[in-house]
């Protein structure tokens, strides 16, 4: 696949443009009066970006350790924070849907969530910026997301349409597409740096 193709489908799932969808849904979560859902969205969403700063973080800083415990070869040293986000949220949209549609939840997020981390995986390897395991890991940890949200929403999903979260979702994604947050620099310079500092395990002799 062409360069420009891979970056296409990848910059859908960079922070610049999944925080103003995680946003816009929330809002109108909250002017529906869901609070029940816009708790779980709120509980699910964050609960995946923080266990992945966590991993980062954790990587960056300890990752000399890898090979001394023999996990080298897993190549695992910054789990794919476009891979997890692009399951959890477009999971989350899809389960609203799945309330009005008679589809379960959990299968109907899981499977969203699914589809989401293989398309952006694939960039995400293809382009060379994460291994397949960081890939495999952050769609677990989006899929957990994916299976929490759906739980902790319950029946409330099928209170009212998500049709207009779907429509405003589609519009944050149209409108930030090809924006960029550098996250990940600032993760590896700053909070790495901090957690070598606080952990003493992470200071290598």
């Not at 296409?8 to 969808?21: E, G």
């Not at 299968?107 to 952006?120: E, G, K, Y």
């Not at 395991?133 to 957990?144: C, D, H, K, S």
């Given at each position: 696949?062409?360069?420009?193709?891979?970056?296409?489908?990848?910059?859908?799932?960079?922070?610049?443009?999944?925080?103003?969808?995680v946003?816009?849904?929330?809002?109108?979560?909250?002017?529906?009066?869901?609070?029940?859902?816009?708790?779980a969205?709120?509980?699910?969403?964050?609960?995946?970006?923080?266990?992945?700063?966590?991993?980062?973080?954790?990587?960056?800083?300890?990752?000399?350790?890898?090979?001394?415990?023999?996990?080298?070869?897993?190549?695992?040293?910054?789990?794919?924070?476009?891979?997890?986000?692009?399951?959890?949220?477009?999971?989350?949209?899809?389960?609203?849907?799945?309330?009005?549609?008679?589809?379960?939840?959990i299968?109907?997020?899981?499977?969203?969530?699914?589809?989401?981390?293989?398309?952006?995986?694939?960039?995400?390897?293809?382009?060379?910026?994460?291994?397949?395991?960081?890939?495999?890991?952050?769609?677990?940890?989006?899929?957990?997301?994916?299976?929490?949200?759906?739980?902790?929403?319950?029946?409330?999903?099928?209170?009212?349409?998500?049709?207009?979260?779907?429509?405003?979702?589609a519009?944050?994604?149209?409108?930030?597409?090809?924006?960029?947050?550098?996250?990940?620099?600032?993760?590896?310079?700053?909070?790495?740096?901090?957690?070598?500092?606080?952990?003493?395990?992470?200071?290598?002799?």
């Amino acid at each position: 696949m062409h360069f420009a193709a891979l970056m296409f489908v990848t910059d859908f799932a960079d922070q610049a443009v999944i925080l103003p969808v995680v946003a816009v849904v929330f809002l109108i979560l909250l002017a529906q009066r869901r609070w029940q859902v816009a708790s779980a969205w709120m509980l699910a969403i964050p609960g995946v970006l923080g266990t992945l700063l966590v991993l980062k973080v954790a990587c960056y800083a300890c990752g000399w350790l890898l090979p001394a415990l023999g996990l080298d070869q897993l190549a695992l040293r910054s789990p794919s924070g476009h891979v997890a986000s692009a399951a959890v949220v477009s999971s989350g949209v899809v389960a609203l849907q799945a309330g009005r549609m008679r589809v379960g939840a959990i299968p109907a997020a899981l499977t969203a969530a699914l589809a989401a981390a293989v398309v952006i995986g694939v960039t995400r390897v293809l382009l060379g910026a994460h291994s397949m395991a960081e890939v495999v890991v952050a769609a677990a940890i989006g899929g957990a997301g994916a299976v929490a949200f759906a739980r902790l929403s319950g029946r409330h999903l099928k209170e009212k349409s998500g049709l207009p979260i779907a429509m405003a979702a589609a519009i944050m994604l149209v409108v930030f597409h090809g924006s960029h947050l550098p996250a990940e620099a600032v993760i590896q310079s700053a909070a790495a740096a901090t957690l070598r500092q606080w952990v003493p395990a992470c200071q290598p002799d």
